[in-house]
């Protein structure tokens, strides 16, 4: 089973920068696509961010221009980097394959943006 450790988060003020990562207890080259998650108290979780292993990326329309998704194959590993960060910003963050599998999720990262 595919283990999804997810670290970078904190507290960061409006128009701050914060870069996630998600490690994969697996070759990343086995999973076709991964995307980043996020989650804010009361509300659903959401798909905010995708890349295929070609390295096609895909963003949802509040963070484009502002978020970059990557992966590394050689650290099996797939980041986040976040910049101009809002306080609309402010979730638990999760990676996971797309479309996700419920036995994948972690324990997230939290991220919160507020002055």
């Known amino acids: 089973q595919v283990q999804l450790v997810e670290s970078g988060g904190g507290l960061v003020q409006p128009g701050g920068s914060l870069r996630l990562s998600c490690v994969l207890s697996?070759?990343?080259?086995?999973?076709?696509?991964m995307g980043w998650y996020r989650q804010a108290p009361g509300t659903e979780r959401e798909l905010v961010a995708v890349i295929t292993r070609g390295g096609s990326a895909n963003y949802i329309d509040s963070v484009k221009g502002r978020f970059t998704i990557s992966r590394d194959s050689a650290k099996n590993t797939m980041y986040l980097q976040m910049n101009s960060l809002k306080p609309e910003d402010t979730a638990v963050y999760y990676c996971n394959v797309v479309p996700h599998v419920s036995a994948y999720w972690g324990q997230g990262t939290q991220v919160t943006v507020s002055s």
């Open positions: 697996t070759s990343i080259y086995s999973v076709n696509t």
